[in-house]
Every structure is written in structure tokens, then in C-alpha cells.
């Protein structure tokens, strides 16, 4: 009776190592699936923070080049609008400068015709006189 109560009793012990072992197991299988879970979501945690930091990055950099293309077009067209402001400036200056030359011109035109006038003028009052002039000489001959 006592080996068999020996025997009883080892084999609860053996039983109940056995399920500690087993247990053990159990819990070490739990912890590392765990670990392994938890590994999972901080890896997907990381690369859904790395991929929104890319995209808040892509578009800012899309935003800064869509704010660099707008000031290179506006800096285009205030060169564009001085440009043709000032080439507006030159015709309207050479369109002056032109008006009163051809003024100058009409003007000195003007005077020399007067002056061929005035020595048309003269010459034939001169040709009367010397005329006159011979009428009297030739008279007084006669």
C-alpha cells in the first residue's frame, strides 16, 4: 500500500510537473506571440508615420515648387510689362524726337523759301533799279 501510495504520489508529481512544464510552455508560446504582436503594430505604427511624413513632405515640396513656378511667372511678367512699357517709352521719346525734327525741318524749309523770296525780291527790284537805271543813261545819251 505505501509503494503504491508511493507510486500515486509520483505520479501526481510527474502529472503536475508535467502540467507546469506544459504550462510554462504555454505562457512562454503566449508571451512570444505577445512580443511578436507587438512587434507587428510597432513596425505598421512606423511605417504608416514614416509614409504620412513622406506625403506631408512630397507635398510640401510640390507646394513650395508650385509657390517658386508662380513668383518666376510673376517675375516673367513684371519684366514682360517694364519691358514693353519702356519700349512703349522709346517709340512714343523717338515719335517726339522725330515731330520736332520734321518741325525743325518744315521750319528751316520755311525760311529758306522765305529767303529765296526775299532774294527773288531783291534781285528783281535790283534789275528794275538797274533798269531804270540804263533808262536814265540811255535818256540822258539821247
Known amino acids: 500500500e505505501a509503494a503504491e501510495r508511493e507510486k500515486e504520489a509520483t505520479q501526481r508529481r510527474e502529472f503536475y510537473?508535467?502540467?507546469s512544464r506544459i504550462k510554462d510552455e504555454a505562457a512562454e508560446r503566449e508571451k512570444e506571440a505577445t512580443q511578436r504582436r507587438e512587434f507587428y503594430e510597432r513596425e505598421s505604427r512606423i511605417k504608416d508615420e514614416a509614409a504620412e511624413r513622406e506625403k506631408a513632405l512630397k507635398r510640401e515640396a510640390s507646394e513650395k515648387e508650385a509657390k517658386v513656378r508662380e513668383d518666376h511667372a510673376e517675375r516673367e511678367r513684371v519684366i514682360r510689362k517694364d519691358m514693353l512699357e519702356k519700349e512703349a517709352r522709346d517709340k512714343s521719346e523717338a515719335a517726339e524726337r522725330e515731330r520736332h525734327v520734321r518741325?525743325?525741318?518744315a521750319d528751316r524749309e520755311q525760311r529758306l523759301k522765305d529767303a529765296i523770296a526775299e532774294r527773288d525780291?531783291?534781285?528783281r527790284e535790283a534789275r528794275a533799279e538797274i533798269e531804270t537805271i540804263k533808262a536814265g543813261f540811255t535818256l540822258e545819251q539821247d
Do not use: H, N
Open 121 to 123: 525780291r531783291i534781285a
Open 17 to 19: 510537473e508535467r502540467e
Open 103 to 105: 518741325a525743325e525741318l
